[in-house]
């Protein structure tokens, strides 16, 4: 595989758009032009839908656990092969620091996410007995059986463009399901890139794996509205959530949603501030903040609150921020123009309502090219401002005071989201009795990382509903039969 194969994967096969249409994408630290990717039309994604559900309906793939399992090790041991490959094209196509391609951008979820899903197949699709049940004068033995769902669409994001592909494909595939991707105009290459080795060095059959690329939001939607579609699994924002799902009701689909978040990290009063502080600011600018899953909002004891501004707006400064080839850089750029500009228009807005800049706010001296961004401190933010309410998905740390623990609740939970929390204390217990009067889906403690291919992952409230990751997550894509038979003297 070459960095210039960028091609569609419909029905087995590595293909054009039709009327070889393209699009042309960007490299976010610098503004040069990467090259194309197949820009797919209507009739592309027809294709595409149509493939997956013949290859549902009328072959074995469903049904046959042992070849699934194969295939999985195979497009495993192909990943493996080309990761340096897809290092390259997530450092260019998606901006990501090549510091953050050894963990979840890249080397963790390839070196897990589909060994995992392979070995818990034959348990989690083991039939579970019932006990037997007379009814009506007869008695009858019965089971629970779980069955793929269908043909899925998967609708990924650009962020974490191969973790999000695989992290969808992973459990859909080995629960026997088809899929069409239809994957993120903003990162491209990296969907098609799976897509070549799906292709070129797996047994998986024609039709069961459809990647399409596409430069606007026509085919997402045309993906969704698909009757022959049984399931959408969708990551990205929640105002396009919300779209998926009111499209999706026409069909009465399954929609699995992994939304936004605004999520709070609770520093409570006995907390280490010198050590704790930093880190919160520091991790907020991997990846530029373009994650679902990063702390934006600090809380911090009102008796703190100078401490911690002043703690964190050192660390902001002394972040390294520019080209992401660079090993020693946290922080690149952020994906594109609009993205940059989103980010520098909330900042705009926060001081505009009352916030202090404390450091950053702009573009980065240095940088002249590229969609970066300063990483970013407001204090002086009320909990009603719209930098503490909305998604800015950026380097953008807002510091919010409290005057006690319940305090602390009632501001983390006083917001549309409802994805991930952290709460840090020099009490385990305490922090823990924090965490479980927060409505999220996800908490971490004291420091502790709650991702892995085994630990299922979603929102309350805005930021979805579903979950990826699990036995959980397994269970989004599959259906469940109840079966009764007599018993017989």
């Known amino acids: ?83 340096e490959t897809l290092r390259g094209l997530l450092v260019a196509d998606a901006g990501a620091p090549v510091m953050t391609t050894y963990t979840v951008q890249l080397d ?36 629970v059986h779980k069955e793929a769902i269908g043909v899925v669409g998967a609708i990924t994001t650009w962020n974490y463009p191969f973790e999000v592909l695989v992290g969808k494909l992973a459990p859909a595939l080995a629960m026997g399901n088809t899929v069409v991707v239809k994957a993120p105009p903003q990162t491209p290459w990296v969907p098609a890139a799976v897509g070549h080795l799906i292709a070129e060095w797996t047994d998986i059959p024609d039709g069961v794996v459809n990647i399409v690329t596409a430069a606007g939001p026509e085919r997402g939607s045309q993906l969704v509205g698909d009757p022959r579609v049984d399931m959408v699994s969708f990551t990205g924002s929640s ?49 530029a903040g373009q994650g679902c899953g990063m ?38 750029p952020l994906v594109s123009k609009a993205q940059q500009d989103s980010v520098l228009g909330f900042i705009n807005k ?47 740390l807002v510091i919010i005071p409290f005057e006690d623990d319940d305090d602390a609740v009632r501001l983390a939970n006083d917001s549309s989201y409802g994805l991930a929390c952290a709460v840090s204390s020099g009490s385990e217990s305490r922090a823990i009795g924090v965490a479980e009067r927060l409505r999220v889906g996800a908490a971490a403690i004291n420091g502790g990382f709650f991702y892995g291919p085994d630990a299922p992952f979603g929102g309350y409230k805005h930021s979805g509903f579903g979950r990826q990751g699990g036995l959980e997550g397994l269970e989004q894509y599959v259906q469940t039969k109840t079966y009764a038979a007599p018993v017989r003297p």
């Open 108 to 143: 963790s979820p390839l070196d897990a996410m589909l060994p995992w899903s392979v070995s818990a197949v034959d348990d989690f699709l083991r039939p579970r007995a019932l006990p037997d049940n007379e009814f009506f004068g007869m008695t009858s033995r019965r089971w």
């Open 1 to 83: 595989m070459t960095t210039s194969d960028h091609q569609m994967l419909i029905d087995g096969k590595l293909t054009v758009a039709d009327g070889a249409a393209v699009f042309h994408t960007v490299n976010p630290a610098t503004e040069e032009v990467l090259g194309t990717a197949p820009d797919a039309s209507a009739a592309d994604l027809d294709r595409a839908i149509a493939a997956a559900r013949r290859s549902f309906d009328e072959t074995s793939w469903s049904v046959d656990v042992d070849l699934r399992k194969h295939c999985l090790e195979q497009l495993q041991a192909a990943l493996v092969a080309e990761r």
């Open 350 to 396: 926060g001081v505009e309502d009352g916030a202090r800049l404390t450091t950053g706010g702009g573009v980065p001296e240095h940088l002249k090219r590229g969609f970066f961004v300063e990483p970013t401190v407001l204090s002086n933010v009320d909990n009603s401002m719209t930098v503490a309410r909305e998604e800015i998905f950026g380097p953008v």
């Open 239 to 287: 105002a396009t959530g919300k779209r998926v799902m009111a499209e999706g009701a026409a069909t009465l689909k399954r929609v699995l949603l992994e939304l936004g978040g605004k999520n709070a990290h609770i520093v409570l009063d006995d907390s280490n501030f010198a050590a704790e502080v930093p880190l919160v600011a520091a991790s907020l600018c991997f990846h």
């Open 295 to 332: 702390f934006s909002r600090l809380l911090v004891p009102r008796s703190k609150y100078a401490e911690a501004v002043e703690l964190a707006t050192a660390t902001m400064q002394s972040v390294s921020c520019g080209d992401p080839t660079d090993p020693a850089v946290l922080m690149g």
